[in-house]
């Protein structure tokens, strides 16, 4: 059971603005903890696609950003490309399970 | 360049034991780094198992802690996991990933290997 919720699914045509958010109870959403986002390609592990909440790591394009504010964070994909097609993932701490959780997953489809 | 590759069994019979091998490469197990294993069943999402540090302190998902063992092999540089009492549906691409110790985040992942438990 993941205490993280993502939407299913979003899609968009290439050029496009898409964005995915990533809810949580206070327990998980506190000042202290950060959301972490993660790319998962068809057939492929996971891969780091933003850290702390807004920070994208060496060679992930600038298209691609988060934010984080009270109870939910957010990744939006600028410019959606046809190899931005994948599986997304937020990714938080949980106080209440002591441990780490991911979000439900949410499937980009470039149209 | 860290990596990490996992080994072990493709198929386990129910009721069995699932037994899992993470040889690290590019870093040294007793960095102040956790080690940790996710899995993720087919067509599902991802799901948290546990970690462990290099003094061997472990932290595992609520969910799985009776069934779960992470231990860690420093002359080896790799650490393991054990899942006893495995159903089908415990089949998953199982992955092993760090978990930086001064970074806080999942970074490098291994490429995943799948573990189908059937008769």
């Known amino acids: 059971q993941s205490v993280l919720t993502q939407p299913p699914s979003v899609s968009g045509a290439p050029g496009q603005r898409v964005t995915i958010s990533c809810t949580g109870s206070?327990?998980?959403?506190?000042?202290?903890?950060?959301v972490h986002w993660y790319q998962q390609l068809q057939g492929a592990a996971p891969k780091l696609l933003i850290f702390?909440?807004?920070n994208r790591p060496s060679g992930v394009p600038d298209r691609f950003s988060g934010s984080k504010s009270g109870t939910s964070a957010s990744l939006a994909i600028s410019g959606l490309q046809a190899e931005d097609g994948a599986d997304y993932y937020c990714?938080?701490?949980?106080?209440?399970?002591?441990?780490?959780?991911f979000g439900t997953g949410t499937k980009v489809t470039v149209l | 360049q860290v990596q990490l590759q996992e080994s072990g069994p493709g198929l386990v019979k129910p009721s069995g034991t699932l037994s899992l091998t993470c040889a690290v490469s590019?870093?040294?197990?007793?960095?102040?780094?956790?080690w940790n294993w996710v899995r993720q069943p087919p067509g599902k999402g991802l799901e948290w198992i546990g970690e462990?540090?290099?003094?061997?302190?472990?932290n595992y998902n609520p969910s799985l802690r009776s069934r779960v063992t992470i231990s860690v092999d420093k002359s080896k540089n790799q650490f393991s996991l054990r899942l006893n009492s495995v159903t089908a549906a415990d089949t998953a691409v199982y992955y092993c990933?760090?978990?930086?110790?001064?970074?806080?985040?999942?970074?490098?992942w291994g490429q995943g290997t799948l573990v189908t438990v059937s008769s």
């Open positions: 990933v760090r978990w930086g110790g001064d970074t806080n985040w999942f970074d490098p």
């Open positions: 590019g870093d040294s197990i007793s960095s102040t780094n956790w």
């Open positions: 462990i540090d290099h003094s061997g302190r472990t």
């Open positions: 206070s327990s998980i959403f506190g000042a202290r903890f950060d």
């Open positions: 702390r909440n807004t």
């Open positions: 990714q938080s701490y949980a106080t209440s399970l002591s441990g780490h959780v």
